[in-house]
Nanobody, 116 residues
Framework: QVQLVESGGGLVQAGGSLRLSCAAS????????MGWFRQAPGKEREFVAA????????SYADSVKGRFTISRDNAKNTVYLQMNSLKPEDTAVYYC?????????WGQGTQVTVSS
């Protein structure tokens, strides 16, 4: 498994932007599919975005399409989530995840709070 550490969360006003980063340990980062998930208070964890090993394919939850962008830098063992036009309903703890056939490594999460 790979160890993941998220950063970049914080408090932002509605309409603002944040960029989350997730640094991964190990030398096999490029072999993992990477993803972002989030969990709001009282709700289940939900999928946000994912990116394939080479970065040539991405997928997004409908709720974030057109506002969020996932990217990766395999040379830096890092995956990013650029979040624009943030809404109060985007408030959640955001988790980075990694896996080969399924997500089985998770970070500790970073809090994103969007004020109205």
């Amino acid at each position: 498994q790979v160890q993941l550490v998220e950063s970049g969360g914080g408090l932002v006003q509605a309409g603002g932007s944040l960029r989350l980063s997730c640094a991964a340990s190990g030398r096999t980062f490029s072999s993992y599919v990477m993803g972002w998930f989030r969990q709001a208070p009282g709700k289940e964890r939900e999928f946000v975005a994912a990116i394939r090993r080479s970065g040539d394919s991405t997928s997004y939850a409908d709720s974030v399409k057109g506002r969020f962008t996932i990217s990766r830098d395999n040379a830096k063992n890092t995956v990013y989530l650029q979040m624009n036009s943030l809404k109060p309903e985007d408030t959640a703890v955001y988790y980075c995840a990694a896996g080969v056939t399924m997500m089985n490594s998770w970070g500790q999460g970073t809090q994103v709070t969007v004020s109205s």
